[in-house]
């Protein structure tokens, strides 16, 4: 989301050219993919695996649909997604970077998922999709990294089905001031330090910490996601709000 003025927006609390967040976002996830599944781990003490699970739940994914995992990195959700869609169904990972891609991919044919699935480097901003394709769109921990995520939610929302449902997972606002206090202590001083030990990248997790921080909060995504045609939109916080799982559909 812009800043107020048409060619700059935020790279974490920087501003920069619009048109330069891309690459910057991309130096990022080029940095932290090798280590990007055990990152993970650490860093939310292994938590991201319910908040991925409630989110595939939610989804209620069923033989034959399709689904589109944007944003989807090394693959967790479409995984999961492939076996419940089964021979019949599509999942489709997409991802801007795309040395996220390979990682996803190669963990993916490790895992023995193959036949149902398929790759995609794709901008969310402009999806390269037909309109009315997908049953199912989920972005997990991915929207706050896109530089316009308005353009973004309009491109999912063309894409998915009549009757069809987008799920944003992402971080977002703790509700009470005691976990925001903690949150904040642990995202500025513990994480970037994690991210020198295990990453040798302390940069990069700053800039996750404080991507965080510059996301919209819950009820300003919801109005985002009413305003790209979505309906029935509603989320869900989890650990306090740390996380929240936003849900709407196109009719």
Do not use: C
Request: no cysteine; glycine share 10%.
């Amino acid at each position: 989301m812009s800043d107020g003025t048409s060619n700059s927006t935020h790279f974490g609390f920087k501003t920069v050219e619009a048109d330069k967040k891309a690459d910057l976002v991309a130096g990022v996830f080029h940095s932290v993919a090798a280590k990007y599944d055990i990152m993970n781990d650490v860093m939310s003490f292994g938590i991201h695996r319910l908040w991925k699970r409630f989110t595939i739940e939610t989804a209620g994914a069923r033989p034959g649909m399709k689904v589109l995992d944007l944003a989807g990195g090394t693959g967790d959700l479409t995984a999961k997604f492939s076996r419940l869609v089964g021979d019949r169904g599509e999942v489709v990972l997409a991802d801007i970077n795309d040395s996220m891609l390979k990682v996803g991919r190669a963990k993916l044919r490790d895992l023995g998922v193959v036949g149902n699935v398929s790759y995609v480097q794709a901008n969310a901003e402009a999806l390269p999709f037909p309109d009315n394709h997908f049953d199912i769109i989920t972005i997990a921990f991915g929207l706050r990294n896109v530089t316009d995520k308005d353009a973004a939610l309009r491109s999912m929302q063309r894409v998915l089905k009549p009757g069809g449902k987008l799920l944003v997972l992402e971080f977002s606002k703790p509700q009470h001031e005691v976990m925001r206090k903690l949150y904040d202590l642990y995202s500025f001083k513990i994480l970037p330090k994690m991210g020198e030990l295990i990453a040798q990248d302390a940069g990069s997790y700053e800039y996750l910490a404080e991507s965080i921080r510059m996301h919209p909060d819950q009820d300003t995504l919801k109005g985002m996601m009413q305003d790209a045609g979505l309906e029935q939109v509603d989320y869900i916080n989890m650990t306090d709000g740390v996380v929240a799982l936003h849900r709407g559909y196109k009719f």
